[in-house]
């Protein structure tokens, strides 16, 4: 994969791109993960929203699965910190939870994809709703 170097990154920035979106990827698309539908593949009619909770979003890696999952489709719920909201919605986030808040829990929600691993977020994350 070779693409130019944005001016904003430098070499060493740039150099963790394509391992963070091939980790989101992966963690979002493989069957063996959490194995949601690909880009492309919505479901003709489909009047149903599906959500997709991602935890970490404003890292590489979180920010890639942030806009992986809305170009699939998704309507994505991203736990960043507050000074990363305008960020992480401008990835694609339709909202964006505060990662300090206890048990962000409004809706039901398909899949949730924890790019930080925190001892905090794997409780908070086994109490969201399933659909």
């Not at 063996?32 to 489909?46: D, E, K």
């Not at 994809?113 to 659909?131: F, G, I, K, N, Q």
Request: glycine share 6%.
């Amino acid at each position: 994969m070779a693409s130019p170097l944005p001016a904003r990154l430098t070499f060493e920035e740039a150099a963790t791109l394509p391992l963070a979106l091939s980790t989101a990827a992966c963690g979002l698309f493989e069957k063996h993960l959490l194995s949601l539908r690909l880009p492309g593949q919505q479901s003709a009619g489909s009047l149903s929203r599906e959500w997709v909770v991602v935890w970490g979003a404003s890292t590489n890696v979180g920010g890639n699965s942030v806009q992986l999952a809305a170009n699939a489709g998704y309507d994505v719920i991203a736990i960043a910190s507050t000074p990363e909201t305008d960020r992480v919605l401008s990835l694609g986030a339709r909202h964006v939870v505060d990662r300090h808040d206890p048990a962000p829990s409004t809706g039901s929600w398909i899949s949730c994809l924890d790019t930080y691993l925190p001892a905090h977020s794997r409780s908070v994350a086994a109490r969201l709703p399933r659909v």
